[in-house]
């Protein structure tokens, strides 16, 4: 019997990319004919039972986003239609890589996931409160997380199977820079920015259409926290943060935000030096500047947790019109991954419950499954076409069309500088900032069990500014390797 180290699927065909998911050309869309693609996600969203396979620990808030500035020549959505008018919303605040129980005060990034209700159903916002990511192309996803949890042998966290993926990933380096930074330990999760990280679309009411980017600004100013502090209290008080938020907001010392975006035109996708839907990339703030939207204001605590903070479910696929996706390989991914995670943690039916209820009224011809505990749609007619009246599609309100090329294939990003931007931003910091960064670095790989993944990951940090790898390699007594330099 020949063996080989052939990567296959569940039913044991080989695969030919696990790197790149089939898109339609480089920027996409992804093809739901990749069934590798739809199996890592499936599978993974999966994993664990019952909690959130990332995002388990978690705080929540309601509050309400007041418009105030006039958008409507970008966006119809109506949420956005009037300076002065308010929505209700709400936020669940997360760390991501650990389980139910962990504590607060880890270096994570955060989850900072908004729920509008607006007057035309939910719209979902699920950032983070960094403006990049790790990875991005969805397929990748599955086998990043594995690295943030735990090793299924020794049951205990492997920083070897971390850098050794981060090594092998260079597009992760941006973000590892801003997570071994200062921002990498928030003070609070009322002092800290959000972002909704990807690049999505808005069209307004002619059909005109513009890229766009959020940021959150916390009014409270950016405030982090120090390393030894943040250990002192992951085993003093792991739940701090979440009892911080739950007390501010009790007292009435109720934290806010400032909505800003960055909008590109649609044209400006084909010319830009960065790939603008490549989530491990920025775009400069001197080309495409912040514009203020409205404020975002949190005034009451969760009434009970598990009702309202555990069982909120949030999906950057849900919409409302005036607001579309981009071809974010990882957005792409997204859009199938969390709705089906919610389907299978809290049911079918997750969106009936209270916390994930739109405001305005449902109709559809969605029936069953589980939880179920309304009428079911009573006697209605339930399929559609029909000649009983039943509820009939919006045509106006279809998503803008966009055009699409390419051969259907695996394929990557046409761009690969990773590392353009972690030097800018390591260059962006102060001496006592790098100093506190490399210091972190150093800690977090000296665990790391085999030498070439410390040399592997050092030549990224030395191609992203000699400086940066040169430190590293000094705090972890290696040297450059001189086919770098």
């Known amino acids: 019997m020949t063996t080989n180290n052939n990567l296959t699927t569940s039913w044991g065909a080989p695969v030919g990319d696990n790197q790149n998911s089939m898109t339609a050309g480089s920027r996409g869309p992804t093809l739901i004919q990749d069934v590798h693609l739809l199996e890592k996600l499936a ?95 969805a397929i990748k996803f599955p086998d990043f997380i594995h690295t943030q949890k735990r090793d299924p042998k020794t049951h205990l966290k492997n920083p070897t199977a971390v850098w050794d993926f981060w ?35 808005w069209t307004n009411k002619d059909g005109d259409g513009v890229w766009v980017k959020y940021h959150f600004i916390a009014d409270q100013g950016v405030k982090n926290m120090d390393v030894n502090l943040a250990a002192k209290l992951a085993g003093e008080n792991p739940d701090y943060h979440t009892e911080d938020l739950f007390n501010a907001i009790e007292n009435g010392d109720f934290p806010s935000w400032t909505l800003k975006v960055q909008i590109m035109p649609l044209e400006d996708a084909n010319t830009y030096r960065f790939d ?8 400069s703030h001197k080309d495409y500047p912040l514009i203020e939207v409205g404020k975002m204001v949190l005034n009451k605590n969760p009434e009970n947790y598990f009702a ?49 209820r739109p405001r305005n009224e449902v109709k559809n011809y969605q029936r069953d499954g589980q939880m179920r505990f309304d009428n079911n749609g009573g006697g209605s007619v339930y399929y559609e076409p029909n000649s009983f009246g039943g509820p009939a599609e919006v045509p106006e ?25 972690p030097g800018d931003l390591y260059r962006l910091m102060s001496e006592e900032e790098r100093t506190r960064l490399v210091d972190n670095i150093v800690a977090a790989m000296k665990p790391v069990e085999l030498e070439e993944i410390k040399l592997r990951q050092i030549q990224h940090f030395y191609k992203a500014d000699p400086e940066y790898g040169t430190r590293i390699a000094e705090g972890l007594g290696l040297k450059v390797p001189q086919e770098v330099k």
């Open 276 to 283: 603008p839907f490549d989530v491990t990339k920025i775009w």
């Open 308 to 356: 309202e903070v555990e069982q909120a479910t949030f999906s950057p696929g849900t919409l409302v019109p005036g607001i579309d996706v981009s071809p974010d390989k990882m957005l792409q991914g997204r859009l199938f991954a969390y709705h089906d995670a919610h389907r299978y943690r809290v049911g079918a039916n997750h969106q009936a419950l209270p916390i994930n």
């Open 43 to 137: 599978h993974f969203n999966r994993e664990r039972v019952p909690e959130r396979v990332v995002h388990a620990k978690g705080a929540g808030a309601h509050g309400y986003f007041e418009v105030t500035n006039d958008l409507t020549k970008y966006t119809k959505a109506d949420f956005l239609s009037e300076v002065g008018k308010r929505t209700p919303m709400f936020i669940r605040f997360s760390t991501v890589a650990g389980e139910l129980g962990s504590a607060d005060t880890v270096r994570d990034p955060r989850g900072f996931a908004v729920k509008f209700y607006t007057e035309e159903g939910n719209y979902d916002l699920v950032g983070n409160n960094t403006p990049i990511f790790f990875i991005r192309d």
């Open 397 to 421: 309100h279809k998503q803008a069309a966009f055009p699409v090329t390419g051969i259907a294939e695996s394929v990557a990003y046409d761009h690969n500088d990773h590392y353009t931007q």
């Open 167 to 201: 090594s092998l990933s260079p597009e992760s380096l941006h973000q590892v820079t801003y997570l071994m930074g200062d921002r990498g330990i928030p003070a609070t999760l009322r002092h800290m920015n959000g972002y909704g990280s990807h690049t999505f679309k």
